[in-house]
């Protein structure tokens, strides 16, 4: 008997209208756009509006994914919420999504994973479809970026956008759905990327507004040389455990934070340019939502046939790294 699988059969996204360029931010900030660009690969970011939150786009991704998939909400048995910037700290953004979408009383919950976090709930999702537990699940990563970005620190607010995207796993048998994931959590690397304060451990007060500790912290540095390891341990062990070689990797999706990341994994595989997508020039790091909104563009250019073994792979703040295997189909 043919395995049981959790398979992709919706897929849908959400970019707010607003676009800051780099032109922009030359206007308030010591920055240039080639200076952006040669350390990034950003040329612009699109930034949700006054009245748009993680959970608005979220819901809106959502729904695209669902039409994308001829789904009804009823049909849904799961939702897993991936975000590091909720609306509140509770409740989870994913209740304020199920009741958006009128999706009948369901099990769901937010996943906190840094940048990892689509990847970390693509694992978990497929584990409950695979277990038998659920037939479909709604896996979204929704993070609204500019609400937590420091617009006077010029190392960070060149790099952070907005926006949102879902997919759709249903439980099928045969060769197509998710083969095999790795993911992983190094908490001695925790402070590389952090905000200072806002939580229990430093709750709001005037002295952390005035020092601005509400705001992403970023060691660049750091952060890149863990990036450039992480990523491709990640493909490969990954692979490793869909029992696929290498070889057999028809298209890399990888979180999209910056383009020298990206390069770095290129060359490190010695994969061609058309077999691996990058769009980092025209969204920036959008997070949890930077993958499915690479994956809507490969579809767009015909790159997702049919048979073709992807990989996505991203890291993040935790810290945290991973990669899931999917035989697309």
Not at 12 to 18: D, K, L, N, Q, W
Not at 179 to 208: C, E, M, N, Q, Y
Not at 281 to 309: K, W
Request: glycine content about 10%; overall charge negative; proline content about 4%.
């Amino acid at each position: 008997m043919s395995r049981l699988r959790a398979r992709v059969v919706g897929l849908g996204t959400y970019s707010p209208e607003r676009v800051l360029t780099n032109q922009d931010l030359e206007r308030f900030l010591d920055t240039s756009d080639e200076w952006i660009v040669t350390r990034t690969g950003i040329r612009e970011r699109h930034l949700a509006g006054d009245d748009e939150t993680t959970a608005t786009m979220a819901a809106a991704a959502a729904r695209a994914a669902l039409a994308d998939a001829g789904l009804e909400p009823d049909a849904i048995d799961y939702v897993v919420l991936a975000t590091n910037t909720p609306d509140n700290i509770f409740p989870a953004v994913a209740a304020r999504v199920q009741d958006a979408l009128g999706i009948p009383a369901a099990g769901g919950f937010d996943l906190q994973a840094g940048c990892t976090g689509l990847i970390y709930g693509l694992d978990v999702a497929a584990a409950l479809i695979e277990s038998g537990r659920i037939r479909r699940a709604l896996v979204v990563g929704s993070d609204k970026l500019s609400s937590i970005v420091d617009y006077t620190d010029r190392k960070t607010a060149v790099l952070f956008g907005d926006g949102a995207g879902a997919l759709v796993l249903e439980g099928q048998t045969g060769e197509y759905g998710l083969l095999g994931s790795f993911v992983r959590l190094d908490g001695k690397g925790a402070d590389l990327i952090s905000i200072p304060a806002g939580g229990s451990r430093l709750p709001a007060s005037t002295r952390t507004v005035e020092e601005r500790l509400h705001y992403i912290r970023m060691d660049g540095n750091e952060t890149f040389r863990f990036a450039v390891r992480a990523m491709p341990q990640a493909v490969e062990q990954a692979l490793e455990r869909a029992g696929l070689p290498l070889s057999a990797l028809d298209l890399l999706v990888p979180h999209q934070a910056n383009s020298r990341i990206i390069e770095a994994a290129m060359r490190h595989f010695a994969l061609e340019p058309e077999k691996v997508v990058m769009n980092i020039d025209r969204y920036g790091n959008t997070s949890v939502a930077s993958i499915p909104l690479a994956l809507a563009d490969a579809r767009a250019q015909g790159r997702l046939v049919p048979g073709r073994v992807v990989a996505l792979a991203g890291f993040g703040a935790g810290l945290t790294w991973g990669a899931n295997i999917i035989r697309w189909g």
